[in-house]
C-alpha cells in the first residue's frame, strides 16, 4: 500500500506532525485495537512545574477489546473544561496561545460521542491553523505491519525512543519553561504551536532527516 498509516492520536506529538505534513494523503488506522497508555487519547503539555499528561476517558466497552472505531468518550466528568484550563495554564504566556486559542478551544468546548472524531478534529483544528494540506483517509480493514511502504502505527509510540524513528530529528525551539526544564522533546503538537506559531511548518520541515 503506498498511503502511509498512522494511529488515530488526541493532539499528537511534533513527530507525529513531521510526518503527517510530509505527505498530501494518509490513511488513519480506525480497525486496530484500541489501547490504553498511548497516543489514541492522550497528549503530553509542559506545565510549570512537570509534564502533564492530559487524558481522554473513555466508556468501558462490552467485550476486552474494542476496535478503535467504536470507543466512544466518557463525560461523566468535566474533563474537557479541565483539559483546557490546564493548557490555558501552561500556555497562556506563550507567543501565540492568544492567537490561536479560538482555533484549538472548540475542540474541548464540543462533546463528541466517539474518540475517532475527536481525534481527527483536533489533528484537524490543528491543519488549519498552520495550512497543512494533507488529506485524511480511514482504512477499512485492519493490515498488520508489513503490508504498508511507511507505517508509524508502532513507530510513534509514548513507549518508544524518539531515536527509533530514523526519519527524525527532534529540533529544540523556545518553550514557555524551558530556562527551568531545558527543552522537552515529544510534547503535543499544541506546544510547538503555541511557542513558534507560524513558523511551525519550518520546524516540522527541518524535523524530518533526509
Known amino acids: 500500500m503506498m498511503w502511509p498509516v498512522f ?12 510526518h503527517l505534513f510530509s505527505y498530501k494523503q494518509v490513511l488513519i488506522e480506525t480497525y486496530d485495537n484500541y489501547q490504553k ?4 487519547n492522550r497528549c503530553l503539555v509542559a506545565g510549570a512545574n512537570e509534564i502533564i499528561t492530559l487524558s481522554v476517558p473513555v466508556e468501558k466497552g462490552n467485550s ?10 466518557a463525560y461523566n466528568t468535566n474533563w474537557n473544561e479541565t483539559h483546557w484550563k490546564t493548557i490555558e495554564s501552561a500556555y497562556n504566556s506563550s507567543p501565540y496561545f492568544l492567537y490561536y486559542e479560538d482555533d ?4 474541548f468546548t464540543k462533546k463528541y460521542n466517539f ?3 475527536l481525534n481527527i478534529s483536533s489533528i484537524e483544528a490543528v491543519k488549519n491553523c498552520i495550512d497543512i494540506k494533507t488529506n485524511l483517509k480511514f482504512t ?9 511502504e511507511n507505517d ?3 513507530l510513534i509510540h509514548p513507549k518508544r525512543d524518539i531515536k527509533d524513528d530514523l526519519f527524525f530529528t527532534s529540533v529544540q525551539y523556545r518553550q514557555v519553561f524551558d530556562s527551568k526544564h531545558g527543552f522537552i522533546p515529544s510534547l ?3 506546544d510547538l504551536l503555541f511557542n513558534k506559531g507560524p513558523e511551525t511548518l519550518l520546524v516540522l520541515k527541518e524535523a524530518l532527516k533526509v
Open 7 to 18: 494511529s488515530s492520536a488526541f493532539f499528537p506529538p511534533v513527530q507525529y506532525f513531521a
Open 37 to 40: 497508555k498511548t497516543y489514541r
Open 64 to 73: 476486552p477489546k474494542q476496535l478503535m472505531k467504536d470507543v466512544k468518550v
Open 104 to 107: 484549538i478551544r472548540p475542540v
Open 115 to 117: 474518540l475517532l472524531d
Open 140 to 148: 477499512e480493514n485492519f493490515y498488520p505491519t508489513g503490508y504498508y
Open 152 to 154: 508509524f502505527r508502532e
Open 188 to 190: 503535543s503538537i499544541l
